[in-house]
């Protein structure tokens, strides 16, 4: 069977895709996508902390895997660490060695679940709007390389693009099977900024010629990496990490409170920090706001949490690809036996006897 084909995106559908994208996904990224760099300063021995409050970030922000910060915040305490950090050259890949898949929320979830890196990018492309606004990602065939790229906003440091290089490393070396001895290397490597400091330690990383002053910046894979299946495959949880990204899409940009709450709702429930006042921030509201507008629309915060949880289980539930345990940690439960009981409160009955009775209605 020929491996199917990832649609190429030029820099046009790119600028499309960012005009016509809701205000929500405009604004800043994912406070989990600073956290890898808050670490990277703390093991170097710089007041990360400090930094952030003079980026006007409350530390307490990057604790809340859910949160959000403001674009110019972010782009801010980048510039303030790579002062920090000093003449080393290496922040970039130091930041890229403390990514964790947990930065990305359901889009991490959907990436390890992907049965194959083209499978992987695919998703990470077309979904990565909605962790980021600093840069939009897009893949172009060329020859027999795919370059997924990185275009970042003007204002975006040269090692925020080698850091985004790095971790894309990292990804591919998490969840891919063992090549080239045991180490994936990238088929390719473009930077959009001539040569500096921290090139030759992010070249060493990466095992790979690095190309300076590209038209973009990109890694590239070549046909084998892209369809070899990833050991962590699965299918099933993947396809629906996805239903919740473009549940998540569809939610965000529809005018009603209500949806939007909902959406949010379904990007936090893996992470299982869930509270009015964490989603009141997310949507940039003060919890009383947040709480009249739901009034308005007749729903009380609770009340949503818990129709969003219950429709989420029943739908994975519904597919006997899932057992139990993957919809228990699909909805943010750390224990089985914790998501068994909320499931019997919200039914009258246990998740497996409830998967049963709709089967057998089905026959």
């Not at 084909?5 to 600073?34: C, F, M, W, Y």
């Not at 499978?119 to 980021?132: G, H």
């Not at 909320?342 to 009955?349: I, K, L, N, P």
Request: aromatic content about 6%; some cysteine; overall charge neutral.
């Amino acid at each position: 069977m020929a491996p199917a084909k990832i649609v190429v995106t030029g820099l046009e559908l790119l600028e499309s895709n960012l005009v016509h994208a809701s205000p929500r996904q405009r604004d800043g990224l994912a406070s989990g996508l600073l956290l890898p760099l808050h670490q990277a300063l703390r093991f170097h021995g710089v007041d990360a902390d400090g930094l952030l409050r003079q980026a006007r970030i409350e530390p307490a922000q990057l604790l809340d895997s859910r949160a959000r910060i403001s674009q110019a915040s972010s782009l801010q305490f980048w510039r303030l660490a790579e002062q920090a950090y000093g003449p080393a050259g290496d922040l970039a890949l130091a930041t890229a060695q403390q990514f964790s898949l947990r930065a990305l929320g359901v889009l991490g979830m959907a990436w390890l679940a992907s049965t194959s890196l083209r499978e992987a990018i695919r998703r990470l492309v077309r979904y990565y709007d909605l962790v980021s606004s600093v840069a939009l990602l897009g893949t172009e065939q060329e020859g027999d390389l795919l370059w997924l790229q990185y275009r970042a906003a003007p204002a975006v440091l040269p090692v925020t693009h080698d850091a985004w290089v790095g971790v894309i490393t990292a990804l591919c070396r998490k969840t891919h099977p063992t090549m080239h001895n045991g180490l994936f290397q990238p088929a390719g490597i473009r930077l959009a900024h001539p040569r500096d400091a921290g090139t030759a330690a992010l070249q060493n990383y990466l095992a790979s010629p690095v190309q300076t002053d590209a038209p973009f910046t990109g890694v590239a894979f070549t046909a084998e990496q892209l369809d070899a299946p990833l050991p962590g495959g699965h299918p099933a949880l993947a396809l629906n990490a996805e239903k919740i990204l473009a549940a998540t899409r569809a939610n965000l940009q529809s005018g009603d409170t209500s949806s939007q709450v909902r959406a949010h709702l379904l990007d936090m429930l893996p992470s299982g920090e869930i509270s009015r006042a964490a989603v009141a921030r997310r949507m940039h509201l003060t919890e009383r706001t947040l709480q009249r507008r739901l009034e308005a629309e007749q729903f009380g915060f609770a009340e949503l949490l818990q129709q969003t949880r219950l429709e989420l289980a029943q739908n994975l539930l519904r597919d006997p690809e899932h057992d139990v345990q993957d919809v228990a940690f699909i909805l943010g439960f750390a224990e089985i036996s914790s998501f068994t009981r909320a499931f019997r409160r919200w039914t009258g009955q246990a998740p497996s006897s409830w998967r049963e009775s709709q089967q057998t209605s089905m026959h």
